[in-house]
Nanobody, 128 residues
Framework: QVQLVESGGGLVQAGGSLSLSCAAS????????MAWFRQAPGRERDFVAA????????YYADSVKGRFTISRDNAKNTVYLQLNSLKPEDTAVYYC?????????????????????WGQGTQVTVSS
């Protein structure tokens, strides 16, 4: 069993930056693929970014490429999301997610159905 707890959300002006963290409990964290999703009011939960268990290959939604960066520290059981050049349309609840066993199927990283463990979310609000 893995528990995920996000932190770091808040209110920021357009063009600003935020750093999100997701702390994981459990001894198998270093084996899991980890991802961030977000959900705006009235919308589906959408993929934002993902990283493999090693922190090597990373995957990003087109809407955040070049602005957001995902990273992880397996020694601290933590995954991060750096959000730069924020836009009002980035406003959403951001969720951390984790799962293992993706193997070589890169398409699974961006699919919310692939993830077993989810955090409670942290609100990011970007004002114009």
């Amino acid at each position: 069993q893995v528990q995920l707890v996000e932190s770091g959300g808040g209110l920021v002006q357009a063009g600003g930056s935020l750093s999100l963290s997701c702390a994981a409990s459990g001894r198998s964290f270093s084996r899991y693929a980890m991802a961030w999703f977000r959900q705006a009011p009235g919308r589906e939960r959408d993929f934002v970014a993902a990283t493999t268990w090693s922190g090597g290959p990373k995957y990003y939604a087109d809407s955040v490429k070049g602005r957001f960066t995902i990273s992880r520290d397996n020694a601290k059981n933590t995954v991060y999301l750096q959000l730069n050049s924020l836009k009002p349309e980035d406003t959403a609840v951001y969720y951390c997610a984790g799962a293992g066993g993706f193997g070589g199927d890169s398409s699974r990283y961006s699919s919310k159905g692939s993830y077993v463990y989810w955090g409670q979310g942290t609100q990011v609000t970007v004002s114009s």
